[in-house]
């Protein structure tokens, strides 16, 4: 069955920190992975798509990991501000259809405190 | 920015009442979407359409129904709502690629926050 687990579910920093989001899908065949930032009351935002040949991608200072073999991606936020808050999710896409069939996880909201 | 607008943002209705909530997207895209999200939960998908006159059922088993008579417009009703059709529903835009070919960017809108009484 076609999964996208994140984790934690919820995460609190304080303002400068840096914090990791995890990822694990077991979606095949794999096309593309995303994460997507999520503001409260808002539609999803595309943060970084890695294809199954990349490793890592950077958007300013969030970084995204993908270990293909292993089905895991990370999403890496630095020097956190307030305005990081939000719900962040997993989006994995496979290459069975013309659809381009998305599965998305849960999400991890994370709450930056100053 | 992307350019895919929702409305109403919120609707509160009381049960029985026949809803419509509206998507327009000015990008030109082909592929429209309709996603059902509650709180702390994935999103699902309700419908989607590959261009004008085609409409299909998503994952999610819904009781509204979609059109398509225009590109940029993807409407979805309810004829009568129930406490149970609560939630937030998002709509999304891409454009419509070959199979095998990269899955594009879906654009999202902001949501419509429906709460039935």
Request: aromatic residues 10%; hydrophobic residues 25%.
């Amino acid at each position: 069955k076609n999964q996208v687990e994140q984790s934690p579910q919820s995460l609190i920093i304080l303002e400068g920190k840096n914090c990791t989001l995890q990822c694990n899908y077991t979606v095949s065949p794999f096309s593309n992975l995303r994460w997507y930032k999520q503001d409260t009351g808002r539609g999803p935002v595309s943060l970084t798509i890695m294809t199954f040949s990349e490793n890592t991608k950077s958007n300013g200072r969030y970084t995204a990991t993908l270990d293909a073999d292993t089905k895991q991606s990370s999403l890496h936020i630095t020097a956190s501000q307030l305005s990081d808050s939000a719900s962040y999710i997993c989006v994995v896409s496979d290459r069975g259809s013309t659809l381009g069939r998305l599965y998305f996880g849960r999400g991890t909201q994370l709450t930056v405190w100053p | 920015e992307a350019d895919i607008y929702q409305t109403p943002r919120y609707l509160v209705i009381g049960t029985g009442k026949k809803i419509t909530l509206e998507c327009s997207q000015t990008m030109g895209h082909d592929k429209m979407y309709w996603y059902q999200q509650d709180p702390g939960m994935e999103l699902h998908l309700i419908h989607y359409s590959y261009g004008v006159n085609s409409t299909e059922k998503g994952d999610l088993s819904s009781e509204s129904t979609v059109s398509r008579i225009r590109t940029e417009h993807f409407p979805l009703t309810l004829e009568s709502a129930r406490p149970s059709h609560t939630s937030q529903y998002l709509c999304a835009s891409s454009e419509y690629r070959r199979q095998g070919e990269s899955n594009d960017e879906q654009y999202f809108g902001p949501g419509t926050r429906l709460t039935v009484t």
